[in-house]
């Protein structure tokens, strides 16, 4: 049967073993992407027992890779690309040259080619777009200024990466012996911006005005099933035509769709209707990492994968960490960008399949290639939980430090969006002392401005909780949509306060179970709510 479906093995058994080893990671205090990557491994052509399709997977896993680039676009807008560009642009390409030139000297080392060495330099210099979204995603920094500079980052390096796949070709022709035609290199590179200036002009000009009135039209016909559809259509669609036409990479088109549409105001709920997809295909793309990765290379080549990984983390990670200090950045964003650069993945295959297909580099290069992507994921979650101390006040992207409220009595409200701001209107005009905890840097802008004492991290934390001073509050509002991020808070704050009053929201009739379960006192469910004002009505009627 697995051999006549290929698609559906990979997603029973792909889907279920990771899992259940995310599952036992996150029980052992791992991340889950270790259980991810171990899944792969186990249902790949090196281990005893079930081998999956490798291509099918890694098609899937582009479908990953364009969901979850849609999402980091719709959270990011025009404006915040170009706020980061003065840093983002000399510095990630003075990280990337640093570490391909210490790439290089690895090569040497190994005996290779200086074109071998250029190629695999370029392949550990750039830094997997799932793996840092990800990590920035679990930290809430996405809406930071420290997000932000991250994602700038990674679509320069986007942007050296298509130029390289550009060069290769003729520089490899180059390599063997044969002429450099500058002529025909030129062109072929003014045909490549060319195209990249038609696909932004057509985006920011066309698709601004294309994409929102779609979804616009679609949402007014009140189906969800079509709402979804038309996301999804949105995505896949212009990420497939820009690496089809354009030659654009399907990340930065996905990318780009997303950015134009975060200027609508149908924004949040495309990010909640594709939320579900993105999570389920960015497990499948490390699934397929971890399928790559031959454990025996591990004994075969402990030398090299070493230097390797030695590379990354001394050229991609010091090399960030240096520029970004340098260029006055805050030594919390320098740590935290660092460490989300400590890793290599999609494109770095990319990379190392064309230069061995060019004749460029040895077979050899994608083992080790593989191995430094699969040890350095493997370790990213360590290196990030290391690298994010608390910032100095003075930088402009630091969270308000930790210090305690002096407020007694007081309501302490999680969350500062839709429904955590309504709260908070309503407790302000019952004169209620309020305290709001909040990750988010432009909602701790709005509370600055509106003079609402917060405090700025997460709640799940320890220390959060103690600053709020629940030992001596009146209530506490869980007002996040997340059910297992809000199971956490509760399950730390009834610890904290045993006979504190906690009050959270839930969408469903599982998750107000989970919550009471883990000891809120009243979970209110938004569709319940409804209907009983519904029913009132009609009452009153």
Not at 142 to 170: C, E, F, K
Not at 192 to 207: E, H, P, R, S
Not at 346 to 372: H, K, N, Q, Y
């Amino acid at each position: 049967m697995a051999h006549e479906s290929p698609l559906i093995a990979i997603l029973v058994i792909g889907l279920g073993l990771a899992f259940v080893l995310g599952t036992a990671a996150n029980r052992l205090k791992l991340s889950p992407l270790v259980g991810y990557l171990l899944a792969g491994v186990a249902i790949g052509p090196f281990t005893p027992g079930f081998v999956a399709d490798s291509a099918l997977t890694l098609q899937l896993a582009e479908i990953g890779v364009i969901l979850l680039m849609f999402g980091v676009g719709l959270h990011f807008s025009p404006k915040d690309l170009m706020s980061v560009r003065a840093t983002a642009v000399p510095g990630a390409v003075l990280q990337v040259a640093f570490a391909a030139a210490l790439g290089a000297g690895a090569a040497h080392v190994f005996g290779w080619t200086l074109a071998a060495g250029i190629v695999f330099g370029l392949c550990l210099s750039v830094a997997s777009t799932v793996v840092m979204m990800r990590a920035l995603q679990e930290r809430r920094l996405m809406d930071t200024q420290r997000g932000r500079m991250a994602v700038g980052w990674l679509v320069v390096q986007d942007l050296i990466t298509v130029l390289a796949l550009v060069l290769l070709p003729p520089l490899a022709a180059s390599a063997k012996g044969g002429a450099l035609d500058w002529s025909a290199l030129g062109l072929s590179l003014a045909l490549t911006f060319g195209k990249l200036a038609l696909f932004a002009g057509l985006m920011f000009v066309a698709g601004r005005r294309v994409i929102p009135w779609i979804l616009h039209y679609i949402a007014h016909t009140g189906s969800r099933e079509l709402f979804r559809l038309a996301v999804l259509s949105v995505a896949l669609g212009v990420a497939f035509i820009a690496a089809e036409l354009f030659g654009v990479s399907i990340a930065l088109g996905a990318f780009f769709a997303g950015m134009i549409l975060s200027e609508s105001p149908l924004s949040q709920r495309a990010a909640e209707e594709s939320l579900p997809l993105r999570d389920a295909f960015a497990v499948l793309f490390f699934v397929s990492v971890g399928m790559l990765f031959d454990p025996l290379t591990l004994v075969k080549e402990p030398v090299a994968l070493a230097l390797s990984v030695g590379v990354v983390l001394v050229g991609s990670a010091g090399g960030a960490f240096v520029v970004l200090r340098l260029l006055g950045r805050s030594l919390g964003m320098a740590l935290l960008l660092a460490a989300g650069l400590a890793q290599i993945g999609e494109f770095s295959f990319i990379l190392a399949g064309l230069g061995i297909d060019l004749g460029l580099m040895p077979e050899r290069a994608r083992d080790l290639v593989l191995g430094t992507s699969i040890l350095t994921i493997f370790l990213n979650p360590f290196l990030m939980r290391i690298a994010d101390p608390p910032q100095p006040a003075a930088t402009p992207d630091a969270p308000k430090p930790l210090v305690p409220t002096t407020l007694t009595g007081h309501a302490v409200l999680v969350g500062y969006g839709r429904v955590g701001r309504l709260i908070a209107e309503g407790l302000k005009t019952r004169g209620l002392p309020l305290l709001v905890i909040e990750g988010a840097q432009d909602s701790a802008e709005k509370l600055t401005a509106e003079g609402i004492e917060f405090i700025q991290g997460n709640a799940a934390g320890d220390e959060v909780l103690n600053a709020a001073n629940l030992k001596q509050a009146r209530i506490l509002f869980v007002a996040i949509p997340g059910a297992f991020e809000a199971g956490q808070i509760v399950e730390q704050a009834r610890a904290a306060r045993p006979d504190l009053e906690i009050v959270a929201r839930a969408h469903f009739d599982a998750e107000v179970d989970h919550l009471r379960g883990l000891g809120a006192n009243t979970v209110v469910m938004g569709e319940r709510e409804i209907a009983a004002a519904m029913l009132e009505r009609a009452g009153a009627a």
